[in-house]
C-alpha cells in the first residue's frame, strides 16, 4: 500500500514566494456554476496576481488579477461561473513566478465533517475489498482530506492535510483505520455522482469522540448560552462524570483549525455524522447547538466565499446507529429527537434545508471497532444521497425519508390507538416494545407503558392501551439506544426506508379550535414534544 506523507503547511510568509492556499492543488474539483468558486493563496504584499484557466492546447478561458493584501500576504479571486467538466489548469502567476494547477475539474464540492462515524474509512466497513477495488470506476469523484488539528485562535488556513487532492485508489480509500478516506462521504460522493454524471470533489474534516462544542465557533456556543468554557462539568448537569473535556474536545477548537481555514471554499452542501460524543455532554442542549451549527456555518461559508455559497447551503446528515444493546439510558434516543430539533423529521421550521439519514436499525454488535461503530455504511451514504438528490438537488417525486404519524383517533371503548401515517406502511416486526404511551397524570417524570401493535394496514397502525383508558398524554415510537435488530425496525415505507423514531404528545382535538371527535372515536392532537421534553 502506498504511503502518503502528512504534508506540513506553514503557510507563505509575507514577501515570500507565490502558493495557492492549502487546499488548492492537482485534480482537485471547483464549485461549477451557478456560483462562482473562490481561489486565494499568498504573494508579495501590495504586488498584482493573475490567475488564468486554461483548457485543452493552453487556450486561456479566463484571467483575473488581484492585489495582495497587507499583512496578511493574501490574494483573492472569485472565477466566473463554469459549466461542469474539464480538465483545466488554472495559473497563478505574480511578476517572473508561475504556479499551476493542473487536472483540475469544475462540479459539486461537498464538506463531510464531524466524529469517528464519519472518518471511519472505506477499509472499514462492510465488503470493503469490493468497495475498494470498485474506485477506480470513479475517476471524477476526487477526494481531500484535512488533517485532525486544534487551535485556541481561528486559523487562516490548514496547518497540515492527510490527503492532498487526489483522484481515488484502494490506497487513498483505504489508508487505513479512522484516517482517510472517509466511507460515509466517499458512498455519498460516489452515489451522487451516479446519478449527476459530472465530477464530484469530498473534502473531508473530521476527528472521532469530538462533541459538537468543539466544532462550533464562539458566536454559536453563545447563541444557546454557552460560554467559552462551556465544557467545565461545574457548569453543566448533563455532563456524563466520565467524560474529561481537553485536547480535541475543547470548545471551539476545530472550528478554529479545521473549519475556519476551509470559509474561502465555495461549497454545494455538508454532511454531517457526529452526536455520539454528547450523548454525554450537553445532551439536551443538542436540540439547541446543532441547529446554532448550522445556521453559523451557513453564514460564515457564505460570507466567507464573497456570497457565492447559497446562503441556505444544504446540510445532510446522520440520525444516531446504536450502541449498547438492553441498555435502559435514553440518551441516544434523546439526542436523535434533538438532532430534528425536537420536531421529528426534516427539513422544517427550525431546520430548513436541511435533510437526514435515519441509521437506528443499522446495528452491529460485532462490529471490530465497536458497536458505536457499525461497518453498514452504504445504506447510510444511500439514505442520505436520497436526501441530498431531493433537497440539495430538488428532484421532485422523490421519496427520501420514511413514514411519520399525521394523526391519532382513540377508540376510548375498544382501549385502542389509531394512527395515520403519511406513506404506505411496511411492518417488519410487532413483537418488539416499538411504541409506548405515557398514562400519568403528570408529564414528569411519565409512566411510559408498552403499546402493543395489533394490526397494521396501508397507512394504518393500531395499537392497544391496556391501562391506559382515557388518559394518553404522550406517544413515542423506537425510543430507545438499541431499538431493534438490523434491518428489522417495526415501521418502513415501501421503499426501505425507516419510520424514524419521535416523542408526540398527545391533546384532546376538541382543546383546539377546528377540531372535533370523529364517528370512529375521540381524535388527539398530535404535537412534537416540547411539552414533554422536560420530562422525558
Not at 488579477?65 to 500576504?73: E, F, I, M
Not at 480535541?248 to 461549497?267: G, Y
Not at 417525486?397 to 420514511?402: A, K, M
Amino acid at each position: 500500500m502506498a504511503a502518503w506523507v502528512l504534508l506540513a503547511l506553514a503557510p507563505v510568509a509575507a514577501g515570500a514566494m507565490l502558493g495557492f492556499a492549502s487546499y488548492y492543488g492537482d485534480h482537485m474539483v471547483l464549485q461549477k456554476e451557478p456560483a462562482g468558486a473562490v481561489v486565494w493563496g499568498y504573494g508579495e504584499p501590495g504586488a498584482a496576481v493573475t490567475v488564468a484557466l486554461s483548457g485543452d492546447g493552453g487556450v486561456i478561458v479566463m484571467k483575473k488579477t488581484a492585489r495582495v493584501k497587507g499583512p496578511s500576504g493574501t490574494w483573492t479571486i472569485v472565477l466566473d461561473p463554469m459549466d461542469r467538466g474539464g480538465p483545466y489548469a488554472l495559473t497563478a502567476g505574480q511578476g517572473s513566478e508561475n504556479v499551476t494547477l493542473r487536472d483540475v475539474y469544475f462540479g459539486d464540492v461537498w464538506l463531510c465533517s464531524g466524529q469517528s462515524n464519519m472518518a471511519m474509512t472505506v477499509l472499514q466497513i462492510t465488503n470493503a475489498s469490493q468497495e475498494l477495488a470498485a474506485a477506480a470506476r470513479y475517476p471524477y469523484v476526487r477526494v481531500f482530506a484535512a488533517a485532525p488539528a486544534r487551535s485556541d485562535v481561528e486559523l487562516e488556513d490548514l496547518e497540515r492535510i492527510d490527503l492532498p487532492w487526489s483522484i481515488p485508489t484502494a490506497e487513498n480509500l483505504g489508508h487505513g483505520n479512522f484516517t482517510y478516506f472517509s466511507a460515509v462521504c466517499w458512498l455519498l460522493g460516489r452515489y451522487l455522482y451516479e446519478a449527476l454524471r459530472y465530477p464530484v470533489g469530498l473534502v473531508e474534516a473530521a476527528w472521532g469522540g469530538t462533541p459538537i462544542e468543539a466544532w462550533s465557533s464562539r458566536r454559536a456556543l453563545w447563541a444557546c448560552g454557552l460560554p467559552e468554557d462551556a465544557g467545565s462539568p461545574a457548569l453543566s448537569s448533563d455532563i456524563s462524570p466520565r467524560w474529561h473535556l481537553s485536547g480535541p474536545q475543547t470548545p471551539s477548537v476545530l472550528w478554529n483549525a479545521m473549519i475556519h481555514p476551509l470559509l474561502n471554499m465555495t461549497l454545494r452542501g455538508v454532511a454531517w455524522y457526529q452526536g455520539e460524543a454528547n450523548a454525554f455532554l450537553h445532551t439536551d442542549r443538542y436540540n439547541c447547538t446543532f441547529p446554532a451549527l448550522i445556521a453559523d456555518w451557513r453564514w460564515a461559508f457564505h460570507v466567507g466565499s464573497a456570497g457565492q455559497t447559497e446562503p441556505l447551503l444544504p446540510f445532510g446528515f446522520v440520525q444516531l446507529s446504536t450502541y449498547r444493546r438492553q441498555s435502559p439510558d435514553d440518551s441516544f434516543a434523546r439526542l436523535r429527537w434533538h438532532q430534528t430539533a425536537d420536531l421529528g423529521v426534516v427539513p422544517n421550521a427550525r431546520m430548513p434545508g436541511t435533510f437526514m439519514a435515519v441509521a437506528m436499525d443499522l446495528c452491529d454488535e460485532r462490529s471490530p471497532y465497536g458497536s458505536i461503530h457499525p461497518r453498514d455504511k452504504q445504506n447510510v451514504a444511500h439514505r442520505l444521497h436520497l436526501g441530498a438528490r431531493a433537497v440539495a438537488y430538488g428532484e421532485k417525486g422523490l421519496v427520501f425519508q420514511g413514514p411519520y404519524p399525521t394523526r391519532a383517533v382513540l377508540e376510548v371503548s375498544k382501549g385502542l390507538l389509531n394512527l395515520t401515517y403519511s406513506q404506505e406502511l411496511v411492518c417488519r416486526r410487532k413483537d418488539t416494545r416499538a411504541f409506548e404511551v405515557c398514562c400519568s397524570p403528570q408529564p414528569s417524570p411519565c409512566g411510559w407503558l408498552p403499546a402493543p401493535v395489533v394490526a397494521v394496514e396501508s397507512r394504518t397502525v393500531t395499537l392497544a392501551l391496556a391501562g391506559c383508558g382515557m388518559l394518553v398524554l404522550g406517544l413515542r415510537y423506537a425510543w430507545a439506544e438499541w431499538p431493534c435488530e438490523y434491518e428489522s425496525c417495526a415501521l418502513y415505507n415501501t421503499r426501505g426506508l425507516p419510520a424514524p423514531p419521535f416523542l408526540l404528545d398527545a391533546l384532546p382535538a376538541g382543546e383546539t379550535p377546528g377540531r372535533s371527535e370523529t364517528a370512529g372515536g375521540r381524535e388527539l392532537l398530535l404535537l412534537p414534544g416540547s411539552w414533554f421534553s422536560r420530562g422525558i
